[in-house]
């Protein structure tokens, strides 16, 4: 009895991360975020702003060792594809370390911060946020093309920003 559990959990599990979205729920849309300006908006209020042009979000923190590692990538990555949107959201939840990092690490884009953090909040909840740096891309449908990548080397990313509508 014990196995045939586990072996429903596992398979629960294992369905779940394969989901890969195309579309981000309405709750997750309506997650408040703010700029560095102080001004907040909603993701969905971003996004549209961005209606027409293929956007790349990095989920990101000034405390994350592998998303300061990822930054030279993701810098390489705006040189190769400067028609793309590169929108960074912070999941710090000190805004002056959020703001600082910005500024010390000269990071082009658009930039917001989450506020409720990594673990709390329906956009973290969206994309069961356990690991940063975590990089989608959005379609110049706003469909999301790409919704996991860890990396901002990986392969999929390329792929992602060069598929054409």
């Given at each position: 009895m014990i196995k045939k559990i586990v072996l429903l959990l596992s398979l629960v599990f294992v369905s779940c991360n394969l989901e890969k979205p195309t579309a981000f729920?309405?709750?997750?849309?309506?997650?408040?975020?703010?700029?560095?300006?102080?001004?907040?908006?909603?993701?969905?209020?971003?996004?549209?702003?961005?209606?027409?042009?293929?956007?790349?979000?990095?989920?990101?923190?000034?405390?994350?060792?592998d998303c300061l590692k990822g930054i030279p990538a993701v810098k390489n990555l705006q040189k190769?594809?400067?028609?793309?949107?590169?929108?960074?959201?912070?999941?710090?939840?000190?805004?002056?370390?959020?703001?600082?990092?910005?500024?010390?690490?000269?990071l082009k884009g658009e930039h917001y911060n989450l506020p409720k953090g990594m673990k709390k909040g329906e956009f973290v909840?969206?994309?069961n946020l356990g690991w940063i740096p975590r990089y989608l891309v959005v379609d110049e449908n706003g469909?999301?093309?790409?919704?996991?990548?860890?990396?901002?080397?990986?392969?999929?990313?390329y792929e992602a920003l060069n598929k054409a509508i």
């Open positions: 729920s309405k709750e997750a849309l309506n997650e408040k975020v703010i700029a560095l300006d102080n001004n907040s908006s909603t993701i969905e209020d971003v996004l549209n702003k961005h209606k027409g042009k293929k956007i790349l979000i990095d989920v990101w923190a000034s405390w994350c060792r190769e594809f400067p028609e793309v949107v590169f929108l960074f959201l912070s999941v710090d939840t000190k805004q002056t370390s959020w703001k600082y990092a910005v500024n010390k690490y000269n909840d969206f994309l469909r999301i093309t790409l919704f996991k990548a860890t990396s901002a080397s990986d392969n999929d990313i």
